[in-house]
């Protein structure tokens, strides 16, 4: 040991090697020992204190034997020359000067080490912000950034729903981003990205920091606002009253009846997850259940899964809109006026067109939208230009928001597993075809 400490102190690598192991050690114990006080810090809080911090750690360990190594053949080389083994210069600190400069050496060292923690903990946050997940890589991302900002998740950071606490799923995500990053550089992404995302954290760690799926909720009165397709865009209400449920007394009812832990719902499908072949239930006391789809049909390549909420809640917020939907809303919401005649039907049509990219989009969208009141209500284009020209820039936006031509996102690229009207949703098990042996 005494002769490790010697060729340890008589050269500057190990020394460095030292010096860098030492403060990384330390900037380590501060922050493990700030998670033990309670406080999390950012999901992305994992790249300081277990990657970045861990690998300039292993590198003051590496100098530490390479400079020791350096040092002894030094000596022997010098020792083989019959010359006294190399040596560092005095540094006599009773010498005022010295004294000074070797304050001045340790108060510069000090700021640098501030410095760079503090770039390195910015430059984690600048990766925490949404705006690094969804405008960094622009095109490959402006589908779900897009969607995103006018989601039920606005404000919720990207990293809380797809990374979560901790470090091991940020390890994960790291690992899987370097190469999308490759793939990006190299124009290797597909288009448009596939669903479902593969590998994706289980909802209870993630979607129930907020949500409590099993509190019960009783019955929930939805009052959905469709239009026709008459000249006076006559408005249908739909009155639908919800059995969301939940757990009460101990016993579990209604939609929330599939998130109860004690119901352990397998199924196999394929990749898409859009057919399921086989769903396996386990029942709190152990009973296990299994229904099969009767008609023989199976894809080449099936997989199973546990079932959780993201099966049937998979655009959480990355919504994209039927046609028909987003004119129904912009209709309930006046954002295109309700008085125009026909506009739901034109609406509708229009919005079906294929358009090169979004200025050409809105640009064509809102010419056919006038097009018709020239032909169709000629005074009624002088009369309320104004309100034509809104509507067609409202449908415009409408199709910027949804359809994503660079991406090769149209309409029902991809599907909504709520409910079953556009998509089989939740007849991809409730369905006549599943049935146990019984």
């Avoid at 006599?92 to 700021?111: C, I």
């Avoid at 919720?156 to 981003?177: D, Q």
């Avoid at 954002?335 to 034109?346: C, F, M, N, V, W």
């Avoid at 556009?422 to 042996?437: I, L, M, Q, V, Y």
């Amino acid at each position: 040991m005494r002769t490790f400490f010697i060729a340890l102190t008589r050269n500057a690598i190990s020394l460095v090697g030292a010096a860098i192991t030492t403060a990384a050690a330390l900037l380590i114990l501060t922050l493990f020992a700030i998670g033990l006080v309670g406080h999390e810090g950012g999901p992305y809080i994992g790249i300081l204190a277990y990657l970045i911090l861990p690998a300039i750690f292993l590198v003051g360990l590496a100098l530490i034997p390479v400079g020791i190594v350096r040092e002894r053949r030094r000596e022997r080389a010098a020792e083989a020359r019959g010359e006294p083994a190399p040596t560092f210069p005095v540094v006599d600190l009773n010498r005022k000067p010295t004294r000074k400069a070797v304050l001045v050496f340790l108060a510069m060292s000090g700021v640098n080490l501030v410095i760079l923690a503090t770039a390195t903990y910015k430059g984690v946050e600048v990766m925490d912000s949404t705006e690094f997940c969804g405008q960094a890589c622009h095109t490959v991302m402006d589908p779900e950034f897009t969607t995103y900002q006018s989601s039920p998740h606005a404000r919720v950071k990207c990293v809380e729903c797809h990374i979560g606490p901790g470090a091991n799923w940020f390890v994960k995500s790291k690992l899987s981003g370097a190469w999308q990053v490759v793939a990006v550089a190299f124009d290797l992404y597909p288009r448009p990205i596939p669903t479902p995302v593969e590998n994706l954290r289980p909802a209870r760690e993630t979607c129930e920091q907020c949500h409590w799926p099993t509190k019960f909720v009783g019955d929930q009165l939805e009052v959905i606002t469709r239009y026709d397709e008459d000249e006076a865009n006559t408005a249908l209400k739909t009155v639908l009253l919800l059995r969301v449920g939940g757990i009460l007394d101990g016993v579990s009812e209604g939609i929330h009846w599939h998130v109860d832990p004690g119901n352990r719902i397998r199924y196999r499908s394929d990749p898409s997850r859009s057919t399921i072949y086989e769903v396996e239930l386990t029942q709190p006391d152990g009973t296990l259940k299994t229904y099969r789809n009767g008609d023989g049909s199976e894809a080449a390549e099936t997989e199973w899964r546990e079932m959780d909420c993201i099966d049937c809640h998979n655009r959480p917020t990355h919504i994209h809109q039927q046609p028909a939907e987003a004119v129904d809303q912009a209709l309930q919401n006046a954002t295109i006026d309700r008085s125009l005649p026909y506009i739901r039907r034109e609406g509708f049509r229009v919005l079906q067109h294929e358009y090169p990219d979004h200025d050409q989009a809105r640009a064509g969208i809102a010419a056919e939208i006038r097009a018709f009141y020239e032909k169709s209500y000629p005074e009624l284009s002088t009369s309320r230009a104004e309100t034509i020209e809104q509507a067609g820039l409202a449908l415009g936006e409408i199709y910027a928001t949804n359809v994503f031509p660079k991406m090769n996102v149209t309409w029902g690229t991809y599907p909504d597993h709520i409910g079953h009207q556009n998509f089989p949703g939740c007849f991809r098990c409730h369905s006549d075809e599943h049935a146990t042996e019984e």
